[in-house]
C-alpha cells in the first residue's frame, strides 16, 4: 500500500507538473474556440479554399502574411496608419508586396457575424496560413489559439525584423536567430518560396550580376525582367511547380535555379546548410515535417495572451 500510495504521489507530482510546464510554455491550445465560436476553423478554411481556388497566389500571400506578422504574431501588420503611430504595411518589406488583408478582411466580417468579438485577427492569420498551405498540397499542422490582437504596430521594428532577400548566409542566419530559430529553421522555413511571386525589382541583381545561377535560367529569368525595366514583373518563385507546395524549391537550389540572392545562400560552394538543402531536396516527407513543426514554432513567437491586447471588431483599426 505505501509503496502504491507513493506511486500516486509521484505521479499527481509528475501530472502536475507537466500540466504546469505545458502553461507556461505555450499559452496557446488548438481548441479555445470550440466552445465560444465552434464554426470559426470550418468559415476560415472554407474562406481561404475559395480564394486560392479563385487565385492560387493568394494561399502564398495569405502564408507571407502570418510569417511577417509573426516576427509578433499579434495582427500588428492589419493595422492601418493613425495619428498616433506609423503601422507596418509601409515598411519596405511589406510596402507594395504584402497582400491578402481583403481575404482577411472579409473571413473578420463573417466571423463577427457568427460570434461577435471572440476570434482575435491574429489567430485568423494563423489558420489562414494554414489552411493555405494545405489548399496547395503541402502539409498540415495543429494551430494553437488564443492570440489576442495587438492596439499598436511599428514600422520601424517590421523593418528591422524582416529579412531582406540581400542578405547573405551569416546574416539570414542571424536573423532568424534573433527571433529564436535554428539554422535548420530558417532553411525549412525558406522552403516556403516553393509557392509565391517576386517582383523584378527584388532579383533584377542575381540574375544580372550572380555567377552561382544556371546560365539558362538567368536567361529566361531576363525576359519578364530587363535590366532597366519592369520593376513590378511577377515571377514565380520557384520556377518549376510554382501553384504545388512541394519539395521543388530545394531541388531548385541544388540546381543553382534560386531566384532571390537569399534563396541561393542556402546552397553555394562550401556553404553550411548545403547538405540540409540536399535534404529536403530529396525528401518530400523529412520537408513536410520540419516545416510543420516550424510553422508551430513561428506562431508561437511571443503572441498576446490572457487580457493583454484586444480582440478587434475590424482587423485594420484598434478597437
Ligand atoms: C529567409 C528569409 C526570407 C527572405 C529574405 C524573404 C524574402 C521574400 C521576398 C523579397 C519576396 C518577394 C516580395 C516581392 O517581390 O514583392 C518573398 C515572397 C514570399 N515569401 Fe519570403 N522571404 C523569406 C522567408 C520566408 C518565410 C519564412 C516565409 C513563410 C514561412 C516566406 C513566404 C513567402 C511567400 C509565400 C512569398 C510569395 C508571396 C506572394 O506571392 O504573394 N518567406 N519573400
Redesign the pocket.
Known amino acids: 500500500m505505501a509503496i502504491h500510495s507513493s506511486n500516486n504521489n509521484y505521479f499527481y507530482i509528475m501530472f502536475t507538473s507537466s500540466l504546469l510546464f505545458g502553461i507556461c510554455s505555450s499559452q496557446l491550445t488548438s481548441n479555445f474556440y470550440d466552445s465560444t465560436c465552434p464554426k470559426a476553423l470550418s468559415i476560415i478554411k472554407s474562406a481561404v479554399a475559395s480564394a486560392v481556388a479563385k487565385e492560387h497566389?493568394m494561399g502564398?500571400?495569405l502564408?507571407?502574411l502570418h510569417?511577417h506578422d509573426c516576427f509578433g504574431c499579434d495582427a500588428s501588420i492589419l493595422l492601418d496608419d493613425t495619428s498616433t503611430f506609423t503601422g507596418e504595411k509601409t515598411a519596405a518589406?511589406n510596402l507594395?508586396?504584402?497582400?491578402?488583408f481583403d481575404v482577411i478582411d472579409n473571413i473578420k466580417s463573417q466571423l463577427e457575424s457568427a460570434c461577435p468579438g471572440i476570434v482575435s485577427c491574429a489567430d485568423i492569420l494563423a489558420i489562414a496560413a494554414r489552411d493555405s498551405v494545405v489548399s496547395l498540397g503541402g502539409p498540415s499542422w495543429n494551430v494553437g489559439l488564443g492570440r489576442r490582437d495587438s492596439t499598436s504596430a511599428s514600422k520601424d521594428a517590421a523593418t528591422k525584423d524582416i529579412?531582406?532577400?540581400l542578405?547573405d548566409l551569416s546574416g539570414?542566419i542571424t536573423?532568424?536567430s534573433n527571433k529564436g530559430f535554428t539554422t535548420q529553421e530558417?532553411v525549412v522555413?525558406?522552403g516556403?518560396?516553393t509557392?509565391?511571386?517576386?517582383?523584378c525589382q527584388?532579383f533584377r541583381g542575381r540574375i544580372y550580376n550572380e555567377t552561382n545561377i544556371d546560365t539558362n535560367f538567368a536567361t529566361s529569368m531576363k525576359s519578364n525582367c530587363p535590366s532597366s525595366d519592369g520593376d513590378s514583373n511577377l515571377t514565380a518563385?520557384d520556377v518549376t511547380t510554382n501553384v504545388l507546395f512541394d519539395n521543388a524549391y530545394f531541388k531548385n537550389l541544388v540546381n543553382n535555379k534560386g531566384l532571390?540572392h537569399?534563396d541561393q545562400q542556402l546552397f553555394i560552394s562550401g556553404g553550411s546548410t548545403n547538405s540540409l538543402v540536399t535534404n529536403y531536396s530529396n525528401s518530400y516527407s523529412a520537408f513536410f515535417a520540419d516545416f510543420a513543426s516550424a510553422?508551430v514554432k513561428?506562431g508561437n513567437l511571443s503572441p498576446l495572451t490572457g487580457t493583454t491586447g484586444q480582440i478587434r471588431a475590424n482587423c485594420t483599426k484598434v478597437n
Do not use: D, K
Not at 507594395?96 to 491578402?100: A, D, F, H, L, P
Open positions: 497566389r502564398a500571400s502564408l507571407r510569417f518589406p507594395n508586396s504584402v497582400r491578402g529579412p531582406s532577400p542578405l539570414l536573423a532568424f530558417m522555413l525558406s516556403a518560396h509557392t509565391g511571386q517576386a517582383r527584388i518563385l532571390l537569399s510553422m513561428m
